[in-house]
């Protein structure tokens, strides 16, 4: 039973299309994030939602938006893809009183 | 400007013997740290943590070491196993006023040979 579960795993995309990546965790914790890994294997912070409120923005271009239907959901979508947003896309969870965060498996895009 | 450092890019560690996986920062405000593992085509899966209260923490075959005034924390393995041939991530984070903002160091590839 997958505690972080993220789809589709793999989206091969043409630029300027817009996709969305989904996300549910069944932990009951009440953060979410997305992380993004660039080809240069590099994991940062995109976004953060405690209780379906944004609470961290790492200055991410404004095409791409992330949504949060409740606790458990954490949806990105992307406009207008450009080639540069290839990359594996994780979404996490954490307690807002833990520290540990749980991390899905990753979501590969590639834009042609 | 890369707040943590994980210098070696990989590392061979023959089975039974240890590993030691070395991590930097730079950034004072951090005060709790998390080493990650991670397979290929996998997300990171959470090993170990410490707070900078401590300068210790172990879990079974794994042990943290904090250094707070030299800004640095080592994960070792004894024994190494095969199974542990993964990516190793480090992580820090600030405990308050950080939104549980983790940040990475880029991994350092570790290889078990049998």
């Known amino acids: 039973d997958t505690a972080v579960s993220q789809t589709p795993k793999y989206l091969v995309t043409q630029m300027g299309n817009d996709k969305s990546i989904k996300c549910e965790q069944n932990?009951?914790?009440?953060?979410m994030y997305w992380y993004k890994q660039d080809s240069k294997k590099f994991l940062k912070i995109m976004f953060s939602?405690?209780?379906?409120?944004?609470?961290i923005n790492e200055t991410v271009p404004n095409r791409f938006s992330p949504k949060s239907p409740d606790k458990a959901h954490l949806n990105l979508h992307i406009n207008s893809l450009e080639l540069g947003d290839s990359a594996v896309y994780f979404c996490?969870?954490?307690?807002?009183?833990?520290?540990?965060?749980?991390f899905g498996e990753g979501s590969w895009l590639t834009v042609v | 400007d890369q707040q943590v450092k994980q210098n070696s890019p990989s590392l061979s560690v023959q089975e039974g013997r240890i590993s030691i996986l070395n991590c930097d920062y730079t950034n004072s405000m951090f005060d709790y740290f998390l080493w990650y593992k991670k397979y290929p085509a996998e997300g990171p899966t959470f090993l170990i943590s410490?707070?900078?209260?401590?300068d210790k923490n172990e879990d079974g075959r794994f042990t943290v070491f904090l250094n707070k005034s030299a800004k640095h924390l080592s994960l070792h393995i004894v024994p190494s196993q095969p199974g542990d041939s993964a990516v190793y991530f480090c992580?820090?984070?600030?405990?308050?006023?950080?939104?549980?903002?983790?940040?990475f160091g880029t991994g350092t590839q570790l290889k078990v040979e049998l």
């Open positions: 932990l009951g914790h009440d953060t």
């Open positions: 996490a969870s954490s307690r807002s009183t833990g520290n540990t965060i749980y």
């Open positions: 939602y405690n209780n379906k409120e944004l609470i």
């Open positions: 992580a820090a984070m600030p405990l308050t006023g950080g939104g549980n903002k983790l940040t």
């Open positions: 410490i707070s900078s209260i401590k």
